[in-house]
């Protein structure tokens, strides 16, 4: 029986390894290599269109327990919502991080500072413990982004969310009732479709509706199919499989770009003679129109940075590197030199391409093409005549959603959560062959065969589903041992199951394995070392 508990995908933190580079270009231009499942830190994560407000929780993940107002005898100045220690806390709005950290009564606080339309106000986020505050002062964050996890901490008497309003700002404007402004905000995640039915650059593999983004694809696998880059807007020749991936997806995805540079032979630095690196050029970059494309592009790279493999992003004499964020760089003399009228974009390190590849957004070239193939394990593919035929093509597509899970590994887990049962259903009331609790479906559930339901007794919708939480608690897991909070000296699989058995905030808080209650021992302890003992007899083998 597994007992799970919501998380989200992170925001901005992401697995990071040193790679050896050829060249430094300034001491703080060093290269990392992100192989974490999603987004690449600085920002965060965010699909949620600029300007959006979003409600700080995932319908299904809370309840509604104490409104603003008079609460025994004192002024009660936010609403309270009430949900599972270790849910997600997602920003209100585009903002700035004025305070994260302790704070009396509220245990752990976040307070952000934004300017929604004309009006500057600030949203409060109460109660966490120390490791769910996922946000520093002075970081910049996006709508909808994952900011922090729901705590007991402070003068709280059960697991929840404290949340407050403040017009002109939470020091020296006044509170107003948060719940008008929490029922205007959208879903986390639910940016807008295009209103085209056919996505940029080809077709959309499977059925049913298309990614929320198009060409990132960072929750879904019914990725995109990448077109050549247009002769006229740039020449793939010589190009790595990640950069003509790169230039691929900004031609697909900014049309009003019309010109995007790649290989070179000539350059003080190497990476565009490896071909490694574009220049996405910027008409009117002196103008706010000009600006803002290519604001959008260095953004969307960074969003996107553990997908598209990014490994810095240069734009108006600034560079992103993955966990540093943005540094001013020296003036170079030109606007072409100090990336004025062009964005940059540096990838990690990948083969050459040869023409043969099939670029399909967010999956770099394939396993074989990735440095990060493997890191997690452990597994393959599922050996013919090992599970139910149903099962087999939605294992192998599920595991396509991140390289910390293979289809062999999900197998296994099906079998310890319900022997392949379809109509399965627990004592605490999971649901279905991957076992899923109502809420965590409300919050994660995938259409896996895009005929139109999210049905957690279906078999596409199941397993897709348990693909995608797996990659999400497999990215919060990853960061924490990137930073050092989390060690796994027998491996991260181990880790991943512990997450998916009994909440990645356990994993998290008890830096490891966790063992501090009971259930961790009489049931989650069991539940990953079953899993991990039935995989191999899922495994395709060199006699299969």
Known sequence: MTRMVTAAVAAGAALLL?????VVILAEEEQRLDCAPGGGGGLGTTSMPPGSVVKPMRAGTYAHTSPYGMRWGTMHRGIDLGAADGTPIYAFADGVVAEAGPASGFGMWIVLDHSVGSEKMSTVYGHMWPHGVHVKTGDTVRAGQHIGDV???????GAHLHFEVWIGGRFGGHDVDPRPYFDAGLEPGSAPR?????????????GG??????????????????????AGIGSEARMQVNGVRGMRTVAAKFPEVRAIGGHRPHDPYPYHPEGRAIDVMIDNYAAPEGKAVGDAVAQYFIDNAGHYQVADVIWRQRIWLPGSGWSVMQDRGSDTENHMDHVHVTFVPSPMATGDEEYTAGSGGGRAADPCAGLAGPGGDVAPGSVPGEYLPWLRKSAEQCESITPSLLAAQIEAESGFRTNAVSSAGALGPSQFMPATWAAYGIDGDG????????????????????????????????????QAPNG????????????????????????????????TRPYADKILALEPSYRVTNKD
């Open 209 to 230: 509706d298309d990614p929320v983004d198009l060409v990132a694809a960072v929750t879904d696998t019914r990725g995109t199919r990448l077109a050549a880059t247009p």
């Open 451 to 486: 005929d139109g339901t999210i049905d957690p007794y279906s078999i596409p919708d199941a397993v897709m589903t348990q693909g995608r939480y797996m990659c999400v608690i497999a990215e919060e897991i990853d960061a924490a041992i990137e930073d050092g909070r989390v």
């Open 151 to 157: 705590g007991n901490n402070g003068q709280s008497y």
């Open 18 to 22: 040193m790679i050896v580079m050829l």
């Open 492 to 523: 991260r699989a181990e880790l991943y199951l512990a997450g998916y058995n009994a909440g990645p905030h356990s994993v998290i808080r008890e830096g490891g394995f966790p063992t501090g209650h009971p259930d961790y021992l009489n049931q």
């Open 194 to 206: 295009p209103d085209s039915s056919d996505p940029p650059g080809g077709d959309a593999e499977g």
